[in-house]
């Protein structure tokens, strides 16, 4: 079957299987191997994108139930101006170890602060609760996604060595929620 659908802002269609999965689709279709594939029985969260700007656990989506709509990937969180503040939250406060969970949450990341621009330290962990990570204990991307919420506009030149990416983080290591 033919699918079309907007991934990043530019439509892209393919001949598929009614069976392929979004995170095949993404991957072996059309190469954007950021999306990650980890467990394809809905619980890592390693797999998560937006579709029509929701986060969607894209091994739970079939290629063809996403057609016609509207996907962005990890690859579409940069701009012209630079990396997102999430990715650079993630940098600065070593929120990531093997990457493995990191484009899903960042994409989860980046759609909460759309929705609410200073979340709690509890809010965060909440809205990563879907979403496994085997190596950070989740402190470090908690403290990752608060950079972002204070620097809505990105790193700036001092911010080089920040001291939010040297202090002692804020949670004790653990489950997100
Ligand atoms: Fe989708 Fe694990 S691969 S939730
Ligand atoms: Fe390794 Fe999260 S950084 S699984």
């Given amino acids: 079957m033919q699918v079309t659908m907007t991934v990043n802002g530019e439509e892209v269609s393919a001949e598929i299987e009614g069976r392929t999965l979004l995170v095949h689709f993404l991957r072996d279709h059309l190469r954007l191997t ?4 980890g467990c394809d029985t809905s619980n890592c969260g390693t797999c998560v994108v937006w579709m029509d700007d929701e986060p969607v656990k894209s091994c739970t989506v079939l290629a063809a139930m996403a057609g016609g709509h509207d996907v962005r990937t990890v690859e579409g969180l940069e701009t012209e101006d630079g990396l997102d503040p999430v990715q650079q939250g993630f940098m600065q406060c070593h ?12 994409m989860t990341a980046r759609a909460l602060l759309d ?17 496994i990570c085997r190596c ?8 990752s996604i608060r950079w972002a919420a204070l620097h809505p506009d990105g790193a700036q030149p001092a911010d080089a060595t920040h001291p939010d990416a040297t202090e002692p983080a804020p949670e004790t290591a653990g489950s997100p929620a």
């Fill in 136 to 143: 950070t204990g989740y402190a470090t991307i908690v403290r």
């Fill in 95 to 106: 929120g990531l170890q093997c990457g493995f969970c990191t484009p899903g949450m960042m």
């Fill in 34 to 37: 950021g999306t990650h594939w």
């Fill in 115 to 131: 929705r609410n621009p200073d979340p709690s330290a509890q809010e965060i962990r909440e809205a990563i609760s879907g979403q």
